[in-house]
């Protein structure tokens, strides 16, 4: 039996991430519609504009965000290290859109993409019966 508790003791401190085994979903956003366009607001922070990539291709909005690793310094005595690195991708169905008109803005670690939408025709005729 232990009577002090397991969290007392310093070297412990850090296992309150253990919980956080589960890898954390990178490039969360918002999506909505304003004033006829798709709107999509994504939260990259800790990105350069540079480690960005907006592609559309047949229909499909792909968002690709890269970071590489830091060189390790070696004079400093790691206890943790969980910033994340590597390739994060995202792909949004958007149908028939205007794609030569996609806007995009990254600001203070937010990426904004301004997508405008096709005015949809209304190509149904009624057909009167002889």
């Known amino acids: 039996m232990n009577i002090v508790p397991r969290r007392f003791f310093l070297e412990d401190l850090f296992d309150d991430f ?30 350069d504009k540079k480690d960005i990539d907006i592609n559309f291709d047949n229909k499909y909005l792909t968002i690709t965000a890269s970071k590489e690793e830091e060189e390790k ?6 206890i943790r290290r969980e910033r994340s690195y590597g390739s994060y991708k995202r792909q949004f169905f958007l ?19 301004v997508v405008p939408k096709k005015e949809v025709v209304d190509t149904k005729k009624k057909i009167e019966i002889d």
């Open 73 to 78: 310094d070696e004079e400093k005595n790691y």
């Open 95 to 113: 149908g028939d859109i205007n794609e030569e008109e996609i806007k995009a803005e990254f600001n203070n670690g937010i990426l904004k993409v």
């Open 18 to 47: 253990d919980d956080m085994n589960v890898k954390p979903v990178n490039m969360k956003c918002d999506i909505y519609e304003k004033d006829g366009n798709y709107c999509i607001e994504m939260d990259l922070p800790g990105y």
